[in-house]
């Protein structure tokens, strides 16, 4: 049974920084791309990160491009969402996902919605 479990949110002024945390189980976590997704209110859910299985190279909406930087450790499971100068539009609840595939979808569709897998969520609210 796939679980993932986010945790790191808070309340922070903007300039400010968090990590988040998402913890995983139920699945080979190594061979699996994992994405992180935000949805502020009022707004449709969006993808922000994403990070393959092997890929070095990770995909970042252009929003967070700069000041997020998404991570992964394979001996914990666990995959990480640093965020540095946060601004109040990045106030949201954050999620991460998974849809078991090796590679990042979000490469070729930024809009993707569809992952199989979700964490309940864990909200950063941001502060001017």
């Known amino acids: 049974q796939v679980q993932l479990v986010e945790s790191g949110g808070g309340s922070v002024q903007s300039g400010g920084s968090l990590r988040l945390s998402c913890s995983t189980s139920?699945?080979?976590?190594?061979?699996?791309?994992m994405s992180w997704y935000r949805q502020a209110p009022g707004k449709q859910r969006e993808g922000i990160s994403c990070?393959?299985?092997?890929?070095?190279?990770?995909w970042y909406r252009d929003s967070v491009r700069g000041r997020f930087t998404i991570s992964r450790d394979n001996g914990e499971n666990t995959v990480y969402l640093q965020m540095n100068s946060l601004k109040p539009e990045d106030t949201a609840v954050y999620y991460c996902?998974?849809?078991?595939?090796?590679?990042?979808?979000?490469?070729?569709?930024?809009?993707?919605?569809?992952?199989?897998?979700w964490g309940r969520g864990t909200l950063i609210i941001v502060s001017s």
């Open positions: 996902a998974t849809d078991l595939r090796g590679v990042c979808i979000n490469y070729e569709h930024p809009d993707y919605d569809g992952m199989d897998y």
């Open positions: 139920g699945f080979t976590f190594e061979k699996f791309a």
């Open positions: 990070i393959g299985s092997g890929d070095l190279r990770p």
